[in-house]
């Protein structure tokens, strides 16, 4: 997990500060001029606005990091496979249905958490980053 955070780390942090910076220091500026504190302000005014640049930062990173396989067979321990370097070594060893199988659960588990995060961000990446 600690691999897949700093590798996708700047790509995720990226897509939140072009968003953040979208937003105008407006409405921040009058809820704080109102005495809303700093949580009240971030959930009630900055996260409904960027929600869907949330989601699709988050989504975006965890997709790339679902499927990456070059960073992590690089630092991979004999003994402490992830799916993808399992698969890697089905497949080497002549077991292509059993490594097609986690290759399928990689796909099932990248489908799982975009709809997830879709459907708990309600936002509809399929409409682009404004739905």
Same mark, same amino acid.
């Given at each position: 997990?600690? *691999?897949?955070?700093?590798? =996708?780390?700047?790509?995720?942090? +990226?897509?939140? *500060?072009s968003?953040?910076? =979208?937003l105008?220091?407006?409405?921040?500026?009058?809820?704080?001029?109102?005495? /809303? +504190?700093w949580?009240? +302000?971030?959930?009630?005014?900055?996260?409904?606005? =960027? %929600?869907? /640049?949330?989601?699709?930062?988050?989504?975006?990173?965890? *997709?790339?990091?679902? %499927?990456?396989?070059?960073?992590?067979?690089?630092?991979?321990?004999? #003994?402490?496979?992830?799916?993808?370097?399992?698969?890697?070594?089905?497949?080497?060893v #002549?077991?292509?249905? /059993?490594?097609? #199988?986690?290759?399928?659960?990689?796909?099932?588990?990248?489908?799982?958490?975009?709809?997830?995060? =879709? %459907?708990?961000? %309600?936002?509809?990446?399929? +409409?682009?980053? #404004?739905?």
């Amino acid at each position: 997990m600690l *691999i897949y955070f700093t590798e =996708q780390m700047p790509f995720a942090s +990226r897509a939140g *500060i072009s968003a953040m910076m =979208q937003l105008g220091p407006e409405p921040e500026e009058a809820a704080r001029i109102a005495g /809303a +504190r700093w949580f009240h +302000r971030f959930r009630t005014i900055v996260l409904p606005v =960027q %929600k869907s /640049a949330v989601a699709t930062g988050m989504l975006m990173s965890f *997709i790339s990091g679902i %499927k990456s396989l070059s960073l992590v067979v690089v630092l991979a321990v004999p #003994g402490l496979d992830v799916l993808t370097t399992l698969s890697i070594r089905l497949l080497d060893v #002549g077991y292509t249905q /059993a490594g097609n #199988g986690v290759v399928l659960v990689v796909s099932a588990v990248a489908f799982l958490g975009t709809y997830t995060v =879709q %459907k708990l961000m %309600k936002t509809d990446l399929a +409409r682009g980053l #404004g739905a």
